[in-house]
């Protein structure tokens, strides 16, 4: 009665001081009993060169409706202005905002 759709990435960068990057993003949908999207995203960069990642991960359902979903997040990260906070916030308004949306609809 309800489809599950399971991402997983783990993104591990090994630069000079060998750092480790960790993301994660579950979706979760049950079509017939109304849509239901839980997205989370957990991005750990702890480097002092001010290093630079970027994601991108789209995600198409096509279920009864043919609903679509898309999810785009790019990051930069640079630790010794304190962005990682930052990003983190900004892509926390950016799930909140799109998970707003996709329930409107």
């Not at 750990?44 to 009864?64: A, C, F, H, P, R």
């Amino acid at each position: 009665m309800g489809k599950y759709t399971s991402l997983q990435v783990d993104s591990k960068a090994n630069d000079n001081m060998g750092k480790y990057t960790s993301l994660q993003v579950d979706s979760k949908i049950n079509d017939n009993m109304g849509k239901y999207t839980s997205l989370q995203v957990d991005s750990k960069i702890n480097d002092n060169m001010g290093k630079y990642t970027s994601l991108q991960v789209d995600s198409k359902i096509n279920d009864n409706m043919g609903k679509y979903t898309s999810l785009q997040v790019d990051s930069k990260i640079n630790d010794n202005c304190g962005a990682s906070t930052q990003a983190y916030k900004e892509i926390k308004k950016l799930m909140t905002t799109w998970a707003s949306t996709q329930a409107y609809k």
